[in-house]
């Protein structure tokens, strides 16, 4: 994997994967380095072995007085028995770089003579007195651990070059016997790191997942601002991560107060018109009259749309959707008594709004008073999750319902779906500007009922 391919993971997730691949790195190099060391080590235990049957075999060898090598004795078993691994020999150099035999090991048999290391006698005789190791092949094809020495013996001196070689099978086989168990110790080493890594890793960033979390809880409503403990490297960001939501509480509050100032403003100069127009009798005033009035609704719209979208913007708050299903349901069971309408909702209750209370009691207010005015006797709420982070509000009657090709015009600002009943025609206006204001939308159906579907989608808050 590239470092570079890394950066669209979790930082777990590259920690864990960076620190794991230097740690198997660092591992495989030490594998390696220690498998070295336990080869070189046996070898070099072999060859001290080879070393002191080289001593032995030079104090076995005399000089007699017409200064001729009387071969040694020898009582090694294994060099008395044919082709048994060990082998041995004594020659004299001789022109051309190679030796004459004057003494052999019975296991050698027939066989040829042993090997000399690469350089011949040359090679030899450059380190007199001093073992030469090297690795040659044997009469039966073994793999065979020589070493030669040159000595100078008699008087006068007489060159001698003693040649010594045993099967190197047995260490061979130690050399990766113990080469294994050093790398599955090793191989658990390094799974015991990697997996220590990932324990770490993890450990060292739950503060990190436990800012997280508070953070959602923030966003949620479920609390005001941050109130964790932390890690000195997170108390200031965890501080400016409250100061940040200040900042925008004061905001928000800030834009509610311009709303409402305005508001204020617009209203009084309006409400003087309307007032002068109803002293003052004639076509005039009525003109002036009725426009002042849409100006009225118009303003009562705008500013309504303008509050929701600063507190959809602002702090999280979480509203219970049963508790204002049920006080709508009762209220508006009691303004239509004389129709006998009855509304029967349903929503869990642990189901939130993420929002305010009035914008959700405006919302769901405005689509159950138009269903109690268009339905007949029978109203029917339910609000069901549809996300984890979104719910669905269906309000439904068993009025005449609505045409297909009427559902967009209703939702246009002033549009009535009766004349004959009062009111300014915003009230499903109003519902899909507060649910757009809050990231949702409003969409109008046929209900089993027989009347208007109208399904709201909405913010829901986690639990």
């Known amino acids: 994997m590239k470092l570079g391919g890394l950066r669209h993971y979790s930082l777990a997730t590259r920690l864990a994967v960076l620190a794991a691949g230097w740690s198997l790195i660092v591992i495989i190099a030490a594998g390696a380095g220690v498998s070295y060391f336990v080869q070189r080590t046996v070898l070099g235990r072999f060859d001290r072995t080879l070393s002191e049957q080289l001593d032995n075999l030079v104090a076995g060898v005399q000089v007699n007085a017409q200064g001729q090598?009387?071969?040694p004795t020898s009582?090694?078993?294994?060099?008395?028995?044919?082709?048994?691994?060990?082998?041995?020999?004594?020659?004299?150099?001789?022109?051309?770089?190679?030796?004459?035999?004057?003494?052999?090991?019975?296991?050698l048999g027939d066989a040829p003579t042993l090997a000399l290391p690469p350089g011949g006698v040359r090679a030899v005789g450059a380190q007199a007195g001093q073992p030469l190791y090297y690795d040659i092949e044997g009469p039966l094809d073994q793999n065979l651990r020589a070493a030669a020495i040159q000595v100078r013996l008699g008087n006068p001196w007489i060159p001698v070059i003693f040649l010594v070689a045993e099967d190197r099978a047995a260490v061979d086989e130690d050399a990766r016997n113990l080469a294994i168990v050093a790398t599955l110790a090793m191989a658990l080493l390094g799974v015991g790191m990697i997996a220590a890594v990932f324990i770490q890793v993890r450990f060292g960033l739950q503060p990190l997942y436990a800012l997280r979390r508070e953070i959602a809880e923030v966003r949620n409503g479920k609390?005001?601002?941050?109130?964790?403990?932390?890690?000195?490297?997170?108390?200031p960001l965890a501080d400016e991560l409250n100061a940040l939501v200040a900042h925008n509480q004061d905001v928000v509050e800030r834009q509610r107060t311009h709303v409402g100032n305005l508001a204020h403003a617009l209203k009084t100069p309006i409400s003087v018109m309307m007032t002068e127009a109803e002293q003052q009798p004639g076509a005039l005033a009525e003109v002036v009259a009725r426009q002042a009035q849409v100006m009225r609704d118009q303003v009562d719209h705008h500013l309504r749309r303008a509050r929701a979208a600063a507190?959809?913007?602002?702090?999280?708050?979480?509203?219970?959707?049963?508790?204002?299903?049920?006080?709508?349901?009762?209220?508006?069971?009691?303004?239509?008594?004389?129709?006998?309408?009855?509304?029967?909702?349903?929503?869990?209750?642990?189901?939130?709004?993420?929002?305010?209370r009035q914008d959700l009691l405006e919302i769901a207010g405005n689509a159950l008073e138009n269903a109690c005015k268009y339905g007949d006797r029978r109203v029917r709420a339910v609000a069901e999750p549809t996300a984890s982070n979104r719910f669905t509000?269906?309000?439904?009657?068993?009025?005449?319902?609505?045409?297909?090709?009427?559902?967009?015009?209703?939702?246009?600002?002033?549009?009535?779906?009766?004349?004959?009943e009062p009111g300014s025609g915003l009230g499903l206006s109003i519902i899909d500007e507060l649910a757009r204001a809050y990231g949702g939308a409003v969409?109008?159906?046929?209900?089993?009922l027989g009347g208007l579907l109208v399904s709201i989608d909405l913010p829901r808050a986690a639990r």
């Open 393 to 420: 509000l269906r309000i439904e009657d068993d009025g005449e319902g609505l045409p297909p090709a009427r559902w967009d015009l209703v939702l246009r600002r002033g549009a009535r779906l009766d004349e004959s």
């Open 311 to 356: 507190r959809s913007q602002g702090q999280g708050e979480r509203t219970s959707v049963a508790s204002v299903l049920d006080e709508l349901a009762r209220t508006l069971e009691r303004v239509f008594m004389d129709r006998g309408v009855e509304i029967d909702w349903r929503a869990d209750e642990d189901l939130f709004f993420l929002g305010e």
């Open 223 to 235: 609390k005001q601002r941050l109130g964790g403990r932390y890690p000195v490297e997170l108390t």
């Open 75 to 107: 009582t090694d078993t294994r060099a008395l028995r044919g082709f048994s691994g060990r082998y041995w020999v004594v020659g004299e150099p001789i022109m051309g770089g190679g030796i004459v035999e004057v003494a052999r090991s019975q296991s």
């Open 69 to 71: 090598l009387v071969p």
């Open 443 to 448: 969409t109008l159906g046929q209900a089993p």
